[in-house]
């Protein structure tokens, strides 16, 4: 599975958990509220649905047009098509939402998972939040490197634009760093939901219900430069 089919399954999962969706919404959930999939189509997305299906973590439901949107904008069976999540992908949701690993530090991936840190227990959200600041803090030395060895050569524009490079990653670091602190001191975000899921997370119990992020989130991989 490449990384871009691995992020659009995490976040089709996790959108899902909050509620059922035909493909026309969830595809606009997925184009407005994260934002590395601003430019995908349903030729993205219905095959991954289809894969999700076929592993069971989907199953396909009847249903009407979305709401706001006339039945004629939709054709064909897609347009009656509802899909939610079954147990066995919620399962597989909370498997995905304990990895920390490299790969959620990176650029693309990072974004779509601080989109469900509402969902996120909090040790995993400090592990993913200190392994995305090393990450960005490597570049960084390396980006300070390349332009000291290269300074006397680039020219205005050229130098401009690797300071440019250079302030986006500080000022992400510097984000960062509020974050990490901020869980540090048990303070918790304005995430509805996060309190109660980690006092769940203390006491082992939990309700099955979805906690989501309401409103705007930072996208920090907009301003980062590789």
């Known amino acids: 599975m490449s990384r871009r ?8 999962l996790g959108l899902l958990r909050e509620s059922p969706m035909h493909g026309y ?5 997925l184009n407005t509220s994260l934002g590395v999939f601003r430019a995908f ?29 006339p039945a004629t904008a939709l054709t064909g069976r897609r347009a009656k098509i ?9 399962e597989h949701f909370e498997e995905l939402l304990s990895h920390s690993g490299p790969d959620a530090w990176e650029d693309e991936h990072f ?15 400090m592990r993913v939040l200190e392994g995305r600041r090393s990450r960005l803090e490597e570049r960084l030395e390396r980006m300070r490197t390349s332009l000291a060895r290269s300074r006397e050569r680039l020219d205005d ?3 401009e634009l690797q300071r440019h490079g250079m302030e986006s ?15 540090r001191t048990g303070r918790d975000r304005h995430t509805p939901g996060t309190a109660e899921r980690d006092k769940q997370d203390r ?4 309700d099955g219900l979805p906690r989501h992020r309401d409103g705007s989130r930072p996208d920090p991989s907009d301003d980062t430069t590789t």
Do not use: H
């Open 5 to 12: 089919s691995g992020v659009l399954e995490f976040a089709v």
């Open 25 to 29: 919404e969830l595809r606009k959930r």
């Open 41 to 69: 189509s349903y030729g993205t997305l219905y095959p991954c649905l289809k894969a999700l299906v076929a592993n069971g973590w989907l199953m396909e439901e009847p249903g009407g047009p979305p709401e706001g949107v």
């Open 82 to 90: 509802v899909y939610r999540l079954t147990t066995a992908g919620k």
């Open 111 to 125: 974004g779509v998972r601080f989109a469900f840190f509402g969902q996120t227990s909090r040790d995993v959200r």
């Open 157 to 159: 524009y050229t130098l």
């Open 169 to 183: 990653v500080e000022r992400e670091v510097r984000w960062l760093n509020g974050l990490i602190e901020s869980e």
């Open 203 to 206: 006491s082992g119990e939990t």
